[in-house]
């Protein structure tokens, strides 16, 4: 997987408030602690490797239509670009992404904020949504989970990554050296009001392990 490096990382930092550098997780990728820096990664790069098992295969050539909500610093935008034709990267604040785009030629992915997602992205063409590290910030999320499922094709993929907002999760903030507001919701009660919206669980990894010690889920769902 291709890392953004540290001076785009650094750069994308000069462009965007603290709150929202925290929760783009920059200062995690760049953090001195190698340990901090291998949880920030593993997220990514376990979303990454939920979305490789959801890709669609035909002769060789990427067919996935790709929605990467609230997209940060487009983190995964080069690896989603390898398995699809298009992708929309959508979020508030679009600078850091605008910045990667640009600097790595990523022809194939179009940068939308919300208002405009809705407008643009038709109904029942997106294979996959990754939200990642997003829906924990919005609350209520009832009108989000159903542009998600207004947008996602009868077989798509919903994968999200969520804090569990647990012990060992509120020491790597303090770690990370994060002062920002904890969140109102966490990895469960999430998950509960992901299941109610209609959608089934596929696949879920808790890392960096089970019970105590997750401090992130990943989870794969499919519309009932």
């Known amino acids: 997987m291709r890392r953004i490096p540290s001076d785009i990382l650094t750069r994308m930092a000069t462009t ?6 925290d929760e783009m997780a920059i200062p995690s990728y760049l ?6 820096r291998w949880m920030a990664w593993q997220r990514v790069l376990v979303t990454a490797q939920f ?18 909500f609230g997209c940060g610093t487009g983190v995964l935008f080069h690896e989603v670009s390898q398995f699809a034709n298009k992708v929309y990267g959508v ?48 609350d209520p999320i009832d009108s989000t989970l159903a542009f998600f499922r207004s947008r996602l094709t009868s077989d798509g993929h919903l994968i999200v990554s969520l804090p569990t907002e647990g012990l060992l999760y509120r020491i790597g903030r303090r770690l990370a050296g994060f002062s920002g507001h904890y969140h109102l919701n966490n990895a469960q009660s ?16 808790k890392i960096p392990g089970p ?11 499919r519309l009932r």
């Open 91 to 138: 979020d508030i604040v679009l600078d850091p992404a605008r910045l990667l785009v640009d600097e790595w030629g990523l022809d194939k992915v179009s940068l939308l904020n919300p208002e405009q997602a809705a407008i643009e992205i038709s109904e029942q063409s997106i294979d996959t949504i990754i939200a990642a590290e997003v829906l924990e910030h919005i």
């Open 190 to 205: 999430i998950h509960r009001q992901i299941l109610d919206a209609g959608f089934r669980e596929e696949n879920m990894q």
């Open 31 to 36: 953090h001195r602690n190698p340990a901090m």
């Open 16 to 21: 965007v408030s603290q709150e929202d550098k």
């Open 51 to 68: 979305f490789h098992n959801t890709c669609k295969t035909g002769n060789g050539e990427p067919e996935q239509t790709v929605m990467d």
């Open 211 to 221: 019970g105590p010690l997750a401090i992130y889920w990943v989870i794969d769902y």
